[in-house]
């Protein structure tokens, strides 16, 4: 079973297709990348994986359960989420302390998900 799942996901906005039949499956530790011009789309799939608009058609599921219908802060609830391309960092914060709330946003990912699957730190892969 892959970690995450789209199938058939579109997003309409009247007439305007922002997203058209995107089908992938990523496995667990597997890196993928969505790349693309300016208004390709991509930001609006994330947006639709995240929960954040809800799709047209189509379903995405992560660990096996499907996240149509739930808002966003169920769907980062699961373990599932996102960090957003910020360019403005804080100068008088040094680089630690820049990048420190999007680790913390990680590690809380990864303990919802150590938590769903009863998980200890230090366990090994089966």
């Keep these: 079973?892959?970690?995450l799942e789209l199938d058939g996901l579109t997003k309409r906005y009247g007439g305007l297709v922002a997203v058209n039949q995107v089908s992938m499956r990523v496995e667990a530790g597997e890196v993928r990348a969505v790349i693309g011009p300016n208004g390709a789309g991509k930001t609006s799939l994330f947006h639709l994986i995240t929960g954040v608009v809800r799709a047209s058609e189509g379903d995405v599921r992560f660990d096996g359960q499907s996240l149509?219908?739930?808002?966003?802060?169920?769907?980062?609830?699961t373990g599932l989420s996102r960090t957003f391309q910020l360019t403005a960092l804080f100068p008088e914060m040094t680089a630690r302390e820049n990048v420190r709330p999007s680790a913390q946003a990680h590690e809380a990912s990864v303990a919802a998900l150590r938590r769903k699957h009863g998980i200890r730190r230090g366990d090994t892969a089966r």
């Design 68 to 77: 149509s219908g739930m808002s966003a802060y169920r769907i980062c609830q």
């Design 1 to 3: 079973m892959a970690l």
